[in-house]
């Protein structure tokens, strides 16, 4: 039983002994979401930034060893086949190639972090958690979900779906409102 103490007015009772239940079920309703909403703390802007630009970094430093990798099996390749310079539909084909797999790997890296933790390695260092707005882990679908919905929030509309962050009152960008996500601030790790 809740240490908490309830004053109650008979007046405020409903006076239809069949309602009683459902007023006592509507009071606790109202009660779980005036607590949950203070247990939760939403992640804003500048945290949820700070721990992309992280994300970022640890793909770049990931995307240059596959570089690094296939670009020398490009340079054996050419060598082999007598080629100085490529042709420029050679050049076309790798930056198609170098962009397919840029895409790839971020997509893989969100997508995986997300379905398995709801934390990205940059999220983890920060202490913020992606969770439904029901607050449940994301499953594998609405992770990539989630993750397709990056491309809309910055590169279709330049940035705008990010910047939402700033005035949603629960700190959601539009690939969080696409995905039906919230980014909260993970307090299951500190002492208390």
Known sequence: MN??????????LPQDPQNLYQHTVQEQAIRDVRNQDIQLKWAGFLIRGIA????????????????FVGGSAMGISLKSMHLETPSEELVRFLLGLYLLVWILLFCTYFIFFMAFGGQTPGKMFLRI????????????????????????????????????????????????????????????????
């Open 52 to 67: 992309f630009f992280i994300d970022m970094i640890i793909l770049d430093f990931l995307f240059l060893i596959l570089g």
């Open 129 to 192: 958690r992606v969770l439904t707005k029901d607050q449940q882990p994301l499953t594998p679908g609405r992770a990539m979900l989630r993750t397709l919905g990056y491309f809309i929030s910055g590169s279709l509309l330049l940035g705008l779906g990010f910047l939402m962050i700033i005035f949603h009152p629960q700190k959601r960008a539009l690939h969080d409102l696409l995905a039906g996500t919230v980014v909260i601030k993970d307090t299951s790790s500190e002492c208390t």
């Open 3 to 12: 240490s908490e103490t309830w004053a109650v007015n008979a007046h405020s």
